[in-house]
């Protein structure tokens, strides 16, 4: 495929991703920007927004937030990392085994991996942790493949920022660093200098952001919140090493009966493993891959979408990557492995469900749909944790109730409800589950008490209590929130209930 055809495909691919920026944001992009917003107003992740991810991503949208405060922000974000981890892909797979390789690989991904394939349109996939991790792991396998001629030190130093800063977004992350290194092994440049190098560069965000805590005397809370309660967070998931171990094995398997890159990328690395034995560089791949299933593993057997988002590039690379090694020069051979393989994706990826969703956001952005008609496509208020109609309704009722000074609280997953409204939460524990678990109750300011304390201390103007989110996982919001003697009671004794929009218990404060 010649340059100019190709780059028209990739334009076509992206420009299909445009409708998804009338999408709303999130249960967890909400969660996102409220810390983000938090870090704009002079806080602290962890010590005034409690929340379990790593800082990386709550600066982050600090800075999507700085540079543009509408809800747009997210689905954008998403679409501009995904041309870059395009552009990305045709370099490392022209690097690693040709242009051919490095344009299958571009246009698989943009093809296959598009979050409207998904439920809801991808609105729980955009620009999560994972999509940013995905562009930084990329780009650092792209610098260790040109490391291999030319200088390397400086390639291998940046490759271990770029590895740094995809730890600092999810912990789990640091597997790849062994990936890296298996990489630099298979392709003979594997030396003291060349692990000094990456393990300097490594050390660059996580130190920056350890200092960022150290000097404001939050690393406690750092901890508590992104490993103390992750570990118990993942562990949740898992009976026992073999349950862990067996989920590891199988879940690959089992994805890729439902989104086709998994299919192609399983498939390819196979093809790469076999062909290692006669040239080793080509392990490289099935290693990039094998890393991105352990750290999707190690974040538990939940199988939440966005988990997975982190390793369609590598598994688009993969394929095309093997796909370059089976061509033939026999086009009937060539012929017929492209027909198995499209009727593969074909039956694999849901493209009916893929042309709804982008037809229902342009119809919006074209004017033809009311704004309470798209929102209630994203979400049931009824039967799931998230409904982006519900949020907005929420948002509305606090604007019209509370003045900017006011602080309120939203007990139950509904962060964006916080946004969208311009108002603060009277605790930092501004979503329900840390709570609800009991996560740290034996240290002050966590728990029940630890909220009831900031109940009492702030007074929110509104307390509002989600009635459908977490349930069969824990107890729901609201149902824990009024079974629990020394929440309700305080509820009780200072507030009334008042009517709010469905899907919450809402209280408004006694004057």
Request: charged share 15%; hydrophobic share 50%.
């Amino acid at each position: 495929m010649n340059n100019r055809l190709f780059l028209a495909l990739a334009c076509v691919l992206l420009i299909v991703r445009l409708p998804s920026l009338v999408q709303p944001m999130g249960a967890d992009q909400g969660l996102y920007a409220y810390v983000g917003d938090r870090i704009l107003a002079g806080e602290l992740p962890y010590r005034h927004a409690w929340d379990q991810k790593p800082p990386a991503i709550h600066y982050t949208y600090a800075a999507l937030r700085a540079a543009w405060r509408s809800e747009a922000v997210v689905p954008f974000a998403d679409l501009a990392i995904a041309a870059i981890v395009a552009a990305l892909l045709y370099a490392l797979g022209g690097a690693l085994a040709g242009h051919g390789a490095g344009q299958a690989s571009a246009f698989l991904f943009l093809l296959l991996s598009d979050p409207s394939f998904w439920r809801l349109g991808g609105v729980a996939v955009r620009a999560q942790c994972e999509t940013f991790i995905a562009a930084l792991i990329t780009g650092a396998f792209l610098l260790l493949a040109r490391s291999r001629t030319g200088p390397v030190a400086w390639k291998h130093v940046l490759a271990g920022v770029l590895l740094g800063a995809a730890f600092s977004f999810k912990y789990n992350t640091a597997v790849y660093v062994g990936a890296a290194l298996l990489s630099l092994w298979a392709w003979g440049k594997l030396t003291r200098g060349s692990v000094v190098a990456l393990a300097a560069g490594f050390a660059v965000a996580p130190a920056v952001l350890l200092a960022l805590f150290a000097f404001r005397g939050a690393v406690p809370d750092l901890y508590d919140a992104t490993i103390a309660y992750n570990l118990q967070y993942s562990g949740e998931t898992y009976s026992g090493l073999r349950h862990a171990a067996t989920y590891l094995l199988t879940f690959p398997v089992q994805h890729a009966r439902v989104d086709s890159l998994w299919l192609l990328g399983g498939a390819g690395a196979a093809v790469l493993l076999v062909a290692s034995f006669w040239t080793r560089e080509r392990l490289a791949g099935p290693a990039w891959v094998a890393a991105a299933c352990l750290s999707i593993a190690i974040n538990g057997s939940r199988g939440l979408p966005q988990y997975f988002v982190q390793a369609l590039p590598l598994l688009a690379l993969t394929a095309g990557w093997a796909g370059t090694l089976l061509w033939s020069r026999k086009q009937v051979i060539n012929l017929l492995v492209v027909a198995v393989v499209g009727y593969g994706v074909w039956r694999v990826s849901d493209f009916p469900k893929l042309a709804g969703n982008i037809a229902h956001d342009a119809r919006y952005a074209a004017g033809r749909m009311t704004r309470e008609a798209h929102l209630a496509r994203y979400g049931d208020r009824e039967q799931r944790k998230y409904s982006a109609l519900a949020m907005a309704e929420l948002a509305t009722f606090i604007r019209s109730r509370t003045s900017e000074a006011d602080r309120v609280y939203i007990f139950g997953f509904a962060s964006g409800a916080y946004v969208q409204s311009g108002r603060a939460s009277a605790s930092r524990f501004f979503w329900s589950r840390p709570v609800i678990v009991n996560f740290n109750r034996s240290k002050p300011g966590y728990g029940v008490y630890g909220l009831r304390s900031d109940l009492e201390r702030v007074q929110p103007a509104i307390i509002a209590l989600q009635l459908r989110d977490w349930a069969p996982d824990v107890q729901d919001s609201a149902a824990f929130f009024m079974s629990t003697p020394s929440l309700a009671g305080y509820l009780a004794e200072h507030y009334a209930r008042v009517g709010g929009p469905a899907g919450f218990d809402v209280w408004e404060r006694r004057r």
